[in-house]
């Protein structure tokens, strides 16, 4: 199993940054993929980004390319999400997730462990 407690986020303007993290435990961690979500109000819940077990494969949504990136310590069993040059539609709740096996995956219904949640706001 993994238990996944997110930190971070809060209140930005357009242009600004922000870095989530989540710290995991449990046994499964080092054959864990991430990934990390968010939903708006009324909306689904998308894919922003995931990272596979090794750290040495990433995946992120067109809409975060080049702005957000994923990276995971696997010594201290935490990972982030750097986000850069937020914008206004950036504005969501934000999970943390993991998947065992480790290879990444960009459907949450195949996430198996979720984090609380935290909200980024970003005013225009």
């Known amino acids: 199993q993994v238990q996944l407690v997110q930190s971070g986020g809060g209140l930005v303007q357009a242009g600004g940054s922000l870095r989530l993290s989540c710290a995991a435990s449990?046994?499964?961690?080092?054959?864990?993929?991430l990934g990390w979500f968010r939903q708006a109000p009324a909306n689904y819940r998308e894919f922003v980004a995931a990272?596979?077990?090794?750290?040495?494969?990433?995946e992120y949504a067109d809409s975060v390319k080049g702005r957000f990136t994923i990276s995971r310590d696997n010594a201290k069993k935490i990972v982030h999400l750097q986000m850069n040059n937020l914008k206004y539609e950036d504005t969501a709740v934000y999970y943390c997730a993991a998947a065992v096996p480790g290879q990444i995956r960009v459907e949450w219904s195949s996430y198996d462990y979720w984090g609380q949640g935290t909200q980024v706001t970003v005013s225009s």
């Open positions: 449990g046994s499964a961690w080092g054959n864990a993929a």
């Open positions: 990272i596979n077990w090794s750290g040495t494969n990433t």
